[in-house]
Every structure is written in C-alpha cells, then in structure tokens.
C-alpha cells in the first residue's frame, strides 16, 4: 500500500531550503545589576549582630575562666567599636564609589540598548525575505549545477491518441506550463546503472537559472510490485544525483489534475525554488492523499 502524492528531495536540498545568511552578532554583553542596597554610616544589623555574637561567645568562655572572658569582652567590644568607627568615617567613600558604580552601569546599559537596536536592524536587514530567497538561490545554483543538461528531452506537445490518459497527462503538463518560470519537457531519458536501464519519467521540469530539475511521474493502479520496486533503485540513484522527485496516482491525475498542479506548486513554494506559482491556485483545493496497493 502506497500513499500518493510521494515527494523525494535530496537531504542537502532540505537544509538549504531552511537556510539564513549569517546573522550578525551582538558585540557587547548585557552589563550585569550592581549591587541595589545604597551604603549607610553604620551597619546597623551587622552591629547587633557581631555584638549578639561577642555576647554570646564571652558566655561561653566566661562558664570556664572568668578572666579570659572579661578580656575577650573587653577585646570584643573595642574592635566592634573600631569597626563602627570605621564605618563612619569610610561612609562618603563607599557612597561615593557607590554612586559611580551606578552611573557606571547605566552608562553601559545605554551603550547595550544602542547596540542591541542596531543589531535587531542589521538582523532585520539580513534575514529579510528577498535577502533569505536571494541567499538560498545561490546555494541552490551551485548545488544543481552538478546535474548535466539534458539533451534529449523535448517540449511538451499533445498526442495524437485519443488515450484519456495522455490527455489527462498533457491537460496537467499544460496547466503547469502556464504557470511555471521553467519548462516542462518530455521524452527525458537517463541511464540508471543500478537497474541497468534508462529511466523515463512522466513529465520533466527544469528551471533554466537555478537548473532544477523535478521529475514528475504518474504510477498506474496496476504497476507490478517489482516494477515499483526497481523504480525504488532508480529514484535513490536520481536523488543522490540531485533530483527531486514527486509521484502522483494515475486516479489523482484523471480526477483532480488542478490540486495536482497545486501540490507541484506547494513544492517549488516551501523549498523556496519558486514562491510565486502557489498564489494562483488559491482558489484550488488541496490535494488528498491517495493510496494504491
């Protein structure tokens, strides 16, 4: 059981088609907050602390020599009051070193925001949608160059037999022809050493600038499971070669040829080939999935 449409793209394809260029990068770092408490004269709960502490300690010494004790208070309390002095008479300094550490950090924060605006700008300019296309289309050029031209395929012209099919088949061709940039050909043939036979899709289209070439093949209802099966081989050797690939059922192509043709055009739109063919079908239904056995 087979489930159409089936759509095979080379895995360098797919990363191109979510590729950006290179963002720019942000220069300067956000400044980290300097402390927030403002400096005062005394530390006021340092103070009840250390002297809760001198207390406390001065009990403990005291329940066991009496003297070592009084002279730890006596000790105690002269650097606590030595270290308040200090506070004191440090405390212009410290708000002033405080201040400056202020001003220092909304300076830098300023310089970030001028930054970070111009940056979102570079950002903005260098991931807009025609620079992304533009950015794309060159890789893409250079990735699909390596497919040879095809000498032997033929423009797209309606046959003489009164086949639905082929009518059908043409009908399609035709409908895509109209709205492509590229050409849709015929009659292409590709040796495929690992089946050891030429390969003949349905339909072949071909963008002249980036040298796309898509495949498109119509599987009949009654292909035998190894001819499906060898045209497995043949597509893996198409894809490693750069091809894309998209399958349609013979029962999809006779009764919804138009969301065919949108399915073809969702392709081009979403690997960025192409982006100004979906627009058309607007007024056309989605595809549905069909299965065959």
């Not at 300094?93 to 979102?120: G, I």
């Not at 339909?203 to 498109?216: F, G, Q, S």
Request: some cysteine; proline content about 6%.
């Amino acid at each position: 059981m087979r489930q159409f449409p089936v759509i095979l793209i080379p895995p360098e394809v797919q990363r191109i088609a979510q590729s950006k260029p290179v963002a720019p990068k942000l220069s300067i770092a956000l400044p980290s907050l300097p402390p927030t408490q403002q400096p005062t004269p005394i530390q006021i709960q340092e103070a009840i602390a250390l002297s809760f502490g001198l207390i406390f300690v001065v009990a403990i010494v005291t329940t066991f020599a009496k003297e070592l004790g009084i002279m730890l208070l006596i000790v105690g309390t002269v650097a606590l009051v030595v270290r308040i002095r200090y506070q004191f008479l440090t405390y212009k300094k410290r708000y002033q070193s405080h201040q400056n550490t202020l001003q220092n950090y909304f300076k830098k924060l300023e310089s970030y925001s001028r930054e970070e605006v111009e940056y979102e700008q570079k950002l903005a300019i260098a991931h807009a949608p025609e620079r992304v296309i533009e950015f794309r289309h060159q890789q893409f050029q250079k990735f699909f160059a390596k497919i040879p031209p095809i000498e032997n395929a033929i423009a797209l012209a309606k046959s003489n037999s009164p086949d639905r099919d082929q009518s059908a088949i043409y009908d399609f061709g035709v409908t895509l022809q109209q709205n492509l940039s590229g050409t849709i050909y015929q009659g292409v043939k590709l040796y495929i050493p690992s089946v050891n036979q030429d390969w003949l899709p349905t339909l072949t289209y071909i963008d002249p600038v980036l040298n796309v070439h898509i495949a498109i093949e119509i599987i009949g209802d009654s292909e035998s499971a190894a001819n499906l099966m060898q045209k497995d081989l043949a597509d893996r050797f198409l894809v490693d070669s750069g091809w894309i690939m998209i399958k349609f059922s013979q029962k999809q192509i006779l009764q919804s040829s138009a969301a065919c043709c949108k399915e073809f055009a969702k392709l081009l739109d979403r690997l960025s080939l192409d982006q100004s063919v979906l627009s058309n079908f607007d007024a056309i239904p989605d595809l549905v999935p069909a299965k065959t056995n």
